[in-house]
């Protein structure tokens, strides 16, 4: 069930498709959020007591408020989720606001999930949300439904938070969850993206909220759990299969030596299924891979599998100091090393890199220009990211390096030169919110 404009609310919402108390999901499928709650819609079907559950997927707020509005006429109960990264969290309190101030009732609650609520579920209750989800949300939907449907009380669920209750602490996040259990998106609404392969990371990095909100290590999904998954897209008339993972060369291990058999062993099996009628993106956004990964076994068992002809590589500084100030585990070295390799197999390197992290000095950032040049000479592209002091992260509180001008004109000549690219600018001006909002 999907209506975004008023016609379609009459044609699809109206006051015959819901039951008087009847609890109905509605999702603010956003661009940025809709993987995110593709899981939860497929998380509400994994149970048998909820997979009838009705969900609707508002892609606008006139739409919620429409639909919204159909769900009361019908003496329903609405459960609005929102899911959202700290940078959107401004834009999200005003978006609510304008929701609550169009459609309230006591017959609506709003759910807020994701990193940002985790982070910071304080903030996001003070945000106007009457519930924060904490961690992982798939078996807290399910809770959270199946009470609705019940008509029990939403106190005390693992994970759950409740406004005007007292301050949550971080011990109250939900229990990591094995992801065999779940189902990568919903096959009843057709609502999927990427198969997330691998959940959590081990190698913390200080500026990633990853490895803080799922914890500091590896969750795989089975060969044969997205073996199942890759079927169904198949037979779904999906040609293109991507995946989600923070390393996605680390898939099936454990620790920091790479499995490149299990790697191999997915990809496959993938390619068992799909054939020559279907394409396999493999190491490119919304996942990458580490540069001490890339080896020339890695690039052949990637190159006779996949499609892709770019990787992501997390870079991120052309300086050992700060690599190391940033808990990245490996050395500029591996980072030149893999561009090499990598177009020497005929991938072209998209390197990231990180700039004005704390710590990080002038002579640091020029000296880390100097090496995205000397790569994107070779052929590399550079991914250029501006520091963001994300909640959650060791680095939450602390203020970055402002951009001198002549490295902004030395970046701004790159993208020019079309051998970088990135929204440096914008994640500038973010990080001076999120230093307001956040900051000491």
């Known amino acids: 069930m999907n209506a975004d404009t008023s016609q379609a609310h009459h044609q699809a919402l109206g006051s015959a ?10 999702c603010y499928y956003r661009k940025l959020s809709r993987y995110a709650l593709n899981v939860l819609a497929g998380a509400l079907e994994t149970d048998p007591h909820t997979a009838k559950v009705p969900i609707v997927f508002s892609k606008s707020l006139e739409s919620m408020i429409d639909n919204l509005g159909a769900i009361l006429e019908a003496d329903a109960r609405a459960l609005v989720l929102w ?38 579920p304080e903030h996001t209750l003070d945000m106007g949300f009457d519930y924060v989800a904490m961690g992982e949300g798939e078996w807290v939907i399910q809770e ?3 009470r609705l449907q019940n008509r029990a009380p939403l106190h005390r669920i693992r994970g759950l938070v409740a406004k005007g209750a007292a301050r949550p602490i971080v011990k109250n996040r939900a229990t990591p969850v094995v992801l065999d259990d779940y189902a990568c998106g919903s ?39 997205v073996v199942s998954e890759v079927s169904w897209l198949k037979a779904a008339g999906r040609r293109d299969i991507r995946f989600i993972s923070p390393s996605a060369l680390s898939y099936g ?8 058999q299990q790697v191999e062993n997915l990809l496959a099996s993938i390619r068992q299924i799909i054939g020559n009628q279907g394409r396999i993106f493999f190491g490119t956004f919304p996942s990458e891979v580490r540069p001490e990964h890339i080896s020339e076994r890695s690039l052949k068992i990637l190159r006779k599998y996949v499609d892709n002809d770019n990787l992501v590589i997390g870079g ?19 980072i030149s090393r893999a561009v090499e390799l990598c177009l020497a197999c005929g991938f072209r390197p998209n390197v990231d890199f990180l700039f004005g992290t704390p710590g990080e000095t002038p002579a640091d950032i020029a000296q880390s220009v100097n090496f995205a040049r000397e790569l994107a000479g070779l052929g590399a592209r550079i991914h250029i990211h501006s520091f963001m002091p994300l909640p959650g992260t060791p680095y939450r509180n602390q203020a970055g390096m402002p951009l001198p001008e002549p490295i902004r004109q030395a970046l701004g000549n790159l993208i ?14 973010i990080a001076d919110e999120l230093q307001k909002h956040f900051g000491d």
């Open 416 to 429: 020019a030169r079309g051998e970088a690219y990135g929204q440096w600018h914008t994640q500038q001006k």
């Open 187 to 225: 096959r009843y609404h057709l609502k999927y993206g990427p198969i997330e392969i691998t959940r959590g990371c081990i190698y913390a990095c200080r500026f990633c909220q990853t490895p803080y909100i799922n914890k500091a290590r590896f969750r795989h999904r089975s060969v044969e759990k």
């Open 83 to 120: 899911s959202f990264y700290s940078p959107q969290s401004e834009e999200i309190r005003n978006a609510l606001q304008k929701v609550q101030s169009a459609v309230r009732d006591t017959r609506i609650t709003h759910l807020a999930g994701g990193v940002h609520a985790t982070a910071e």
């Open 17 to 26: 498709s819901f039951s008087s108390g009847q609890p109905v999901v509605v």
């Open 144 to 146: 959270i439904v199946r």
């Open 316 to 334: 991120q500084s052309g300086v050992q100091r700060v690599l190391d100030l940033m808990r990245r585990g490996h050395t500029v070295r591996d």
């Open 253 to 260: 291990a454990t620790g920091e030596e790479v499995d490149l």
